[in-house]
Nanobody, 126 residues
Framework: QVQLKESGGGSVQAGRSLTLSCEVS????????MGWFRQAPGKEREGVAA????????YHASVKGRFTIFWADAERKKVFLQMNSLKTEDTGMYYC???????????????????WGQGTQVTVSS
């Protein structure tokens, strides 16, 4: 049974940092795509970042240079999202997604990720 366990959400002031983590269980092998999506009230879910292998990173334009996605270890079943210089517009429910194999193309297509976490809330205040 596949499960995605997320943690690290919270409430912070603009300019501060948060780190989200997501661990997938039930996957075999190391060749997995894991990513983060977010959804603000009244808006569609959008891709924030995704990672596959050692060299394939994908980021939403609005978070480039502020967010970093990286593996916890060589097993590549746990991923972190380091979020720096947070802005109020980063507020939303953050969902971890996983897909066996390379990241889908486009990586932002939510329908192409097989497994999802329950979400963790990130609130950034001014």
């Amino acid at each position: 049974q596949v499960q995605l366990k997320e943690s690290g959400g919270g409430s912070v002031q603009a300019g501060r940092s948060l780190t989200l983590s997501c661990e997938v269980s039930g996957y075999t092998g190391r060749a997995n795509c894991m990513g983060w999506f977010r959804q603000a009230p009244g808006k569609e879910r959008e891709g924030v970042a995704a990672r596959y292998g050692g060299n394939f990173d994908y980021y939403h334009a609005s978070v480039k240079g502020r967010f970093t996605i990286f593996w916890a270890d060589a097993e590549r079943k746990k991923v972190f999202l380091q979020m720096n210089s947070l802005k109020t517009e980063d507020t939303g429910m953050y969902y971890c997604a996983a897909e066996p194999g390379p990241c889908p193309l486009p990586w932002t297509d939510t329908s192409r990720y097989r497994d999802w976490g329950q979400g963790t809330q990130v609130t950034v205040s001014s």
